[in-house]
């Protein structure tokens, strides 16, 4: 891309006069430090959006589905499968193990029945895919299959757990659906199922994420899931977590309660509504069990709470306690400079210290070099810091997640229904839940012995004597934080489990463990690709690090038996933003809250941390979750990074000056980061032109490197995350921004657009339906067109913003010879299907020289597809009655119609004729040769917009006397030549020219003659 500086100006003194520029002067039009948004945190200051309008939107998107010109284009699945998506829920059948049900977090509903050899997605084509929990009745009786219950919304209130649309239900094992209300619940922990009469069902809401709202606690019916009764509401910000049945009298049901309220910049993990409630009515009326003096902990520590039952009539629990734990004794080899001292101690003891103890302690606590036990003191001494600005100086939102010291984790057991408790264990259960218990919360006891105890938690854990003592019941090839477990209860030692990393089946309890990935259900935060040839596709996972591998991969286990499976991963943790250098290969990614490095694609050269560091007694940096980067196209060795502030190195990350102030709202108490920025941006078309986005809903624009910034957010919906900002590639003044409301549980959709930089605002995307949009982005070929990601999935606008239709290839037609895999080839788990599912689409990126349009999803990992002819959609094409697109140029290939083995498929060519109409009918697509003469006719089904037939380049006829044809399929194929394509419909005829290359030279089998 061109370097946008005066005419004949040297690079070097550019970027010198950028460094020696005045230091960053005060943002314009700042806002003051405001408290949280909302007087409370049970009040919002966005409206959450109505179950009925998520209905309507549901509504909108099918008919922007049917109505779209663009759907017959074709998506293909790049996997990668070998790490998988968060597994919520897992259901198998009793006696026969190898048929199974999983449910994710945000890729839908899958089942195997041949023991996760392959896998059914069955729930593609409902309005969410998200899934909080499953509940199937194997029972029979029509013989089409069992009855599945979906609970949807996930339930582990992460950042990315989605509001689902309530309860469904199948009956025929998961090819029809019936929606049976509770649209309000958002978030569903537990379906559970009578198992005398499958009319009667329990469902434990956890209710809104974000919000608070009254539909929320324990629901029952008892008609099947037509009505439903309300029968255990604690409060708007306390829903039902957990629900069991006694294994010996199912009228006698447990149910657990959990209040949480998470917003932007806080977490509630607990609260006085959690707790433990029994019936013995079935679950129509309830009794509180965790009361004073039941044993069981009571009071606003209390956090989510995971039950299970066991025949013997023994009851556990497992309990997030999230109460301080009580100060421990003085160790005497303890470090004497600790944190939790620095923080009391007085500036005259503080100085007192010794230096090789405060040496010591700088050591163990990485602080940088720069600073000494020296150095310190000296700044303590001349009152420039503070002893406590030290520990500031080292806490992170990484650390808080770590290193907050509270109870955590905590087994309990009753044998007398839940009247009394007893914790099973002595201590601590370390290293299992952390501080965020919120998002494990799941006991299980095996059938066979009450006993034997699972607790998921970061790793599995099992006990063999009752809680007593535990030990981890995972494998190296088993991934951490668990969600699920199921036992066979007719094998005993036969687990199946879900975690972060997808599937492991077990038949020994634990011992060892074998992996079940086969779908492609990864979750991506962002997406990258290179200029490699072919190109390279990056992407950042939740909670799987960042993956690289082949633009050009296709699904297949044929590489256990290479051994070398086609993407590598390059990072850890959970993975984020990625940029790449194509001039070396070097990579600069990292994971959460702005831990960023600099790499390489092979992810093996020494990874160098690339984050800017704030001096000691400055306010401590904010790092967003997904901490933005950018490396300039027009200098790559200029690397940007926000964090409450932008910040830029010249030299790969070595070096970082801040740009620019605090361009937040200045941040708001909480134990989670807020006030930071969310998205950021270099113009394709000008060095130093940036635009930043913030999660407060600031939009700013430097029009000078850096120097000075101006607040844009006028004209902009207010307090809504700025999801993404994106300068244009064809206009300067272009901007296009996505703000997104998931953090208020408000589901609109908000995309802007200024042809000024943002001095003026027009709303774009007007006819997209009520889904957060995570981004919006501009094609680099054509000005016209924008792609949007929501979390309901892709739209595409053939007009700048005016109008969106969907995206998803809902009309494309498989490929030639998809789904041709012989009889003992088996299926690839939904790897063939040319459709995107109905699945968050987080980040787009457009590999320009191929004109593939990357797709990141967080639930359904990554998609390609071919926009080249989108991009020639220009509005006189749009408006013609009939366009034919010339297809691509073909090289001959000698070895058409023959197989290359003797058990494989003859090699067929193909190619997509693609021409665009305004009319519906059938239309006559001719391949005539040189002369006129007709080669092949077909007969295609027209719809409005963009129609391709795939084209197997075969002839009616010989092309020439020593034309013969395939060895295999016994047709003729086209030889080299120019050839033209004719359509005709409603009365039009046009036509497009189709040219073959000729081929290599076929290699000679002749042997040579001996001398």
């Known amino acids: 891309m061109p370097f946008s500086l005066p005419t004949g100006r040297p690079l070097a003194l550019a970027l010198a006069a950028l460094v020696v520029a005045a230091p960053p002067v005060a943002a314009q039009n700042t806002d003051p430090v405001r408290s949280a948004p909302g007087t409370v945190m049970g009040v919002n200051a966005v409206a959450p959006t109505p179950a009925a309008e998520r209905t309507r939107a549901a509504a909108v998107r099918a008919d922007l589905a049917r109505r779209s010109a663009v759907a017959e284009v074709p998506f293909r699945s790049v996997g990668p499968t070998v790490m998988s998506g968060r597994v919520t829920d897992v259901e198998g059948k009793p006696g026969d193990p190898s048929d199974f049900y999983v449910a994710y977090a945000s890729g839908g509903l899958w089942r195997t029945q041949n023991a996760g050899g392959s896998f059914e997605p069955l729930f593609d084509d409902r309005p969410q895919i998200t899934i909080g929990d499953i509940a199937v009745d194997w029972r029979d009786p029509e013989g089409d299959g069992p009855t599945v219950w979906v609970g949807t919304g996930e339930s582990n209130s992460s950042r990315s757990s989605y509001a689902g649309s309530g309860v469904y239900k199948s009956t025929d094992g998961g090819q029809t659906w019936a929606h049976l209300g509770l649209d309000e619940t958002h978030h569903v922990g537990r379906v559970v199922v009578h198992p005398a009469d499958p009319d009667v069902a329990l469902v434990a809401a956890v209710g809104h994420l974000y919000s608070p709202n009254p539909e929320r606690g324990l629901y029952r019916t008892d008609d099947g899931g037509a009505t439903w009764t309300h029968v255990l509401s604690v409060d708007d910000d306390t829903g039902a977590i957990d629900a069991v049945l006694d294994p010996t009298d199912p009228d006698r049901v447990y149910a657990a309660t959990w209040t949480r309220a998470r917003r932007a910049w806080d977490f509630r993990e607990g609260g006085a509504g959690s707790g433990l409630w029994g019936s013995t009515d079935g679950g129509q009326t309830w009794a509180r069990l965790n009361v004073e003096g039941s044993g069981f902990p009571t009071g606003a520590d209390v956090g989510r709470i ?13 309990v997030d306690n999230q109460a301080r734990r009580p100060e421990e004794e003085p160790d005497e080899d303890a470090p004497a400079v600790t944190r939790d001292l620095l923080r009391a101690i007085s500036t005259e003891d503080f100085l007192a210290l010794a230096e090789d103890d405060l040496n010591a302690f700088l050591d163990a606590n990485n602080v940088p070099y720069s600073y000494t036990a020296e150095s310190i003191l000296e700044m303590v001494r001349a009152g420039r810091i503070q002893p406590a600005d030290l520990v500031a100086f080292l806490e992170d939102a990484n ?7 509270v109870v955590g984790a905590e087994v309990y057991r009753s044998d007398d229904h839940g009247a009394t408790w007893t914790r099973t264990h002595e201590g601590f259960l370390d290293d299992l839940f952390y501080s965020y218990g919120y998002y494990f919360g799941v006991l299980r006891v095996a059938p066979d012995d009450p006993d034997r105890l699972y607790v998921l938690g970061v790793p599995l854990v099992a006990s063999s004597d009752g809680g007593a003592t535990w030990a981890r019941a995972d494998a190296p090839q088993v991934h951490v934080d668990h969600h699920a477990l199921w036992f066979d209860p007719t094998r005993p030692g036969y687990m199946i489990s879900g975690n972060d990393g997808g599937l492991n089946v077990s038949y020994d309890r634990g011992t060892t463990w074998s992996k079940l990935n086969t779908p492609a259900v990864g979750q991506f935060y962002a997406i990258q690709v290179d200029d490699a040839e072919p190109y390279n596709v990056y992407g950042g996972l939740q909670d799987n690090g960042v993956w690289v591998g ?69 306010r401590p940096l904010r790092f967003n979750w997904q901490a933005p980067i950018w490396l300039s196209r027009h200098v790559p060795d200029v690397l940007y990074l926000g964090s409450n502030k932008v910040h830029r190195s010249l030299n790969r990350g070595e070096d970082w000056e801040a740009l620019s102030d605090d361009l937040t709202g200045g941040g708001t108490p909480g134990d989670v980061p807020f006030g930071t920025l969310s998205s950021l941006h270099e113009s394709p078309l000008e060095f130093g032109l940036l635009a930043a986005g913030t999660d407060d809903g600031h939009v700013w624009v430097s029009e000078d490197g850096g120097r000075t910034w101006q607040d844009r957010s006028a004209g902009l919906s207010p307090d809504l995350w700025v999801s993404r900002v994106e300068l244009s590639g064809h206009d300067r003044g272009r901007l296009l921004v996505a703000l997104n409301g998931y953090r208020w549980d408000h589901f609109e959709s908000y995309v802007y657009a200024s042809d000024d930089l943002g001095r003026t605002w027009q709303r774009v995307g007007l006819d997209l339906p009520a889904e957060p949009v995570n981004v919006a982005k501009e094609d680099p070929r054509n000005p016209d067109v924008v792609y949007v990601g929501t979390d309901g999935g892709l739209y595409l606008s053939l007009d700048r913003g005016a109008s969106f239709q969907a995206f998803h290839g809902q009309r494309a037609r498989p490929a030639p010879g998809d789904g041709d895999r012989g009889p003992f080839m088996g299926p690839d788990s939904g790897a063939d ?34 926009v080249g002819l989108v991009q020639q959609m220009t509005p006189a094409v749009q408006s013609s009655a009939l366009h034919v697109f010339a297809p691509d140029t073909l090289t001959h290939n000698e070895s058409w119609g023959s197989r290359g083995y003797t058990w494989s498929d003859p090699r067929e060519p193909s190619v997509q004729i693609g021409y665009t109409t305004t009319a519906t009918g059938t239309a006559r697509v001719r391949v ?16 409005p917009g963009l129609n391709l037939l795939a084209y197997d380049l075969r002839a009616d006829r010989a092309l020439g006397d020593d034309h013969e044809p395939g060895e295999d399929t016994g047709a003729f194929t086209l030889v080299p030549g120019e050839y033209v394509v004719e359509v005709t419909l409603a009365g039009r005829t046009e036509t497009a020219p189709l040219v073959v290359e000729a081929g290599p030279e076929p290699r000679s089998r002749a042997r040579k003659k001996a001398p």
């Open 928 to 943: 005539l040769d040189a002369e006129g003469g007709v080669v092949r006719q077909m007969d295609d089904a027209a719809e």
């Open 550 to 618: 082949p633009s050009t991969y296709e699904a297949s286990r044929g590489w256990l038996a290479e051994g070398e499976y086609p993407y590598h991963r390059i990072m850890g943790g959970d993975g984020m933003q990625i940029q790449v250098d194509d001039r070396d290969g070097t990579v600069y990614t990292g994971f959460q809250f702005g831990n960023y490095f600099r790499t390489d694609r092979s992810g093996e050269g020494e990874a160098e941390r690339v984050v800017p560091q704030h001096e000691l007694g400055e």
């Open 306 to 318: 995971g039950l299970d039952a066991h025949p013997s009539g023994a009851l556990f629990a497992v």
């Open 399 to 405: 650390a808080q997640l770590f290193d907050t010291p």
């Open 833 to 866: 299907s040319p459709a995107l599912p109905y699945a968050p689409v987080h980040d787009l990126v457009v590999q320009e020289r191929e004109a593939d349009l990357v797709v990141g999803t967080h639930g359904r990992s990554i998609w390609i597809v071919d």
